[in-house]
């Protein structure tokens, strides 16, 4: 079964530090990958995704097809960068469902 | 541009009593629709999606229902909410890759 696991509920870093949140997924096809973020008191919104292959407020995610995840990561963390994060996954043609982790909640102390 | 709508953003309730929460999407046609539970630890619960009017699907079995008596508009029930039915409860829609979240309702039953 599809499946995406995030293993760490609370990552707590000191600002300035590398932070990176897991994501490891289990499914048999070309799955899309994403990381959704929820800052204090906003929606969850879209972080990046996969095949964008880019860099957002200094984040990027590369998938690694074979250890099967999809790490969150950023060299130099900001105290704004603190909130909850979800890695999901999206079914190759399926527009329908995104799979998602349990969320992981990241805390940048100063 | 497109928004989506979704109220109220609090309310107690108690046992026994009916529910109704609404979601509107502005702004697209045909979307994707969705209505989340969000848990601490237990990341996004999908509980119902729909692709069309009147078309609804599923995930989990509950006390909830679900309708779409419009193409924007997707509407959460309940005849008879038990206090597990308390949580935090997210609408969204997608037309192609990304989901859009509304600001959500933090339901208690008392």
């Known amino acids: 079964a599809q499946r995406v696991t995030q293993p760490e509920k609370l990552l707590s870093v000191f600002k300035g530090a590398p932070v990176e949140l897991k994501c490891n997924y289990s499914y048999s096809g070309s799955p899309e990958l994403f990381w959704y973020v929820q800052y204090s008191r906003q929606r969850l919104q879209l972080l990046l995704r996969?095949?964008?292959?880019?860099s957002i407020k200094g984040f990027t995610a590369d998938l690694n097809k074979g250890e099967t995840s999809f790490h969150l990561k950023k060299p130099f963390a900001q105290e704004e960068d603190s909130a909850m994060y979800y890695c999901a996954l999206r079914e190759a043609g399926n527009n329908r469902k995104l799979i998602w982790g349990l969320g992981t909640s990241l805390a940048v102390n100063p | 541009s497109q928004t989506i709508h979704q109220w109220p953003a609090t309310l107690v309730q108690p046992v026994g009593s009916p529910l109704s929460l609404e979601c509107t999407v502005e702004g697209t046609s045909n979307p994707n629709l969705y209505w989340y539970r969000q848990a601490a630890g237990r990341g996004l619960q999908l509980l119902f999606y729909?692709?069309?009017?009147?078309?609804i699907s599923s995930e989990v079995p509950q006390n909830l229902s679900a309708s779409r008596p419009q193409d924007r508009q997707f509407i959460l029930s309940s005849k008879k909410l038990l206090l597990s039915d308390s949580g935090f409860y997210l609408c969204?829609?997608?037309?192609?890759?990304?989901?859009?979240f509304g600001q959500g309702t933090r339901l208690t039953v008392v």
């Open positions: 969204a829609w997608s037309v192609s890759v990304e989901a859009f």
């Open positions: 729909s692709v069309g009017i009147g078309q």
């Open positions: 996969h095949i964008s292959r880019e």
